[in-house]
């Protein structure tokens, strides 16, 4: 018999749509829909398929991303793109700029910078703020600007 599944759909919000897919049954016309409360399989996802093909290997940083909820550091309206391996526009406006770069370049970004957890580490231009709080679990001391 098989398992009951979910099926991720980034849109709108993020949903999920549970159906019973066992063999011989159909798929309902329209499955019921419900607003995810959490995004830890998309983190999961983002952190196996992105961030360990990318060769980072530190554990230390692993395990900050998969802590570290990446949707709470975008604006709403972007946080179906937060686990995304794309530079999420995290400004208002055409003028100004602002990003959340890439999960995998920002993992290999603190991976090159070999922090340890006694050193005081300064991000500047933070942005969001998102890179700041990985850091924040690698080093001592985190002053973002």
């Known amino acids: 018999m098989t398992r009951a599944i979910g099926v991720l759909r980034f849109g709108e919000p ?3 749509d549970e159906a ?4 011989g049954r159909q798929r309902p016309a329209r499955l019921p829909r ?14 196996d398929c992105q961030v360990r093909p990318s060769d980072v290997t530190d554990l230390r940083i692993v395990d900050a991303m ?8 975008v604006p709403e309206r972007q946080r179906a793109l937060a ?3 794309l ?3 995290v400004s208002e406006g055409d003028s100004a700029r602002r990003f959340l770069i890439k999960p995998a370049v ?12 006694t050193d005081s ?4 231009g933070c942005a969001t703020g998102y890179t700041a709080a990985l850091a924040a679990r690698l080093a001592g001391q985190v002053t973002a600007t």
């Not at 019973?20 to 063999?23: M, P």
Request: charged share 25%; aromatic share 8%.
């Open 87 to 89: 530079d999420v526009q």
């Open 83 to 85: 686990y995304l391996d």
């Open 14 to 16: 993020c949903t999920k």
């Open 20 to 23: 019973i897919l066992a063999a």
């Open 66 to 73: 998969l802590a570290v909820p990446r949707e709470v550091f």
């Open 121 to 124: 580490v300064l991000v500047a």
């Open 34 to 47: 419900f607003v995810m409360s959490d995004f830890s399989t998309a983190r999961r996802n983002m952190v």
């Open 106 to 117: 920002t993992a290999k970004m603190l991976q090159a910078a070999d922090i340890k957890d």
